[in-house]
Each structure stands twice: as C-alpha cells, then as structure tokens.
C-alpha cells in the first residue's frame, strides 16, 4: 500500500471498495471524495470507515 506521496502538495491516493477514485491533499478532500460516493465519515480515526496508510490523518508529508 502507498503512504503520502511526494508532490507539490504532497498527496495520498484514494481508494474505494479497492477502486483508486481520486487524490486527497488534505482531510477536507478524504471527506468530500467519500460524501460523493455516498460515505458519511464520521470518525476519522475508526479503521472500520478509513484507512491510513504510512501515518495517521494528520501526516501529509511522505516519509
């Protein structure tokens, strides 16, 4: 799996059900991506509903 990826801003892919639906550059796009794919996120930090990879919600910068 892919953490944060290099970029000006550094990045995180988005996927779906497996299915890569977009770019997220800050938390404010992992919701918008998931509200229009018909995902209510309602906690962050619950594995359940989002997965982070290579850090927690709050790492934007690739390590």
Excluded at 25 to 30: G, L, P, Q, S, Y
């Amino acid at each position: 799996m892919l953490g944060v990826q290099p970029g000006t801003p550094p990045f995180r892919i988005m996927e779906i059900d497996g299915e890569v639906v977009g770019e997220a550059k800050a938390i404010t796009d992992v919701l918008e991506t998931a509200a229009a794919y018909g995902i209510t996120v309602h906690d962050l930090d619950d594995p359940e509903v989002v997965r982070w990879v290579g850090g927690d919600k709050l790492t934007w910068t690739p390590r």
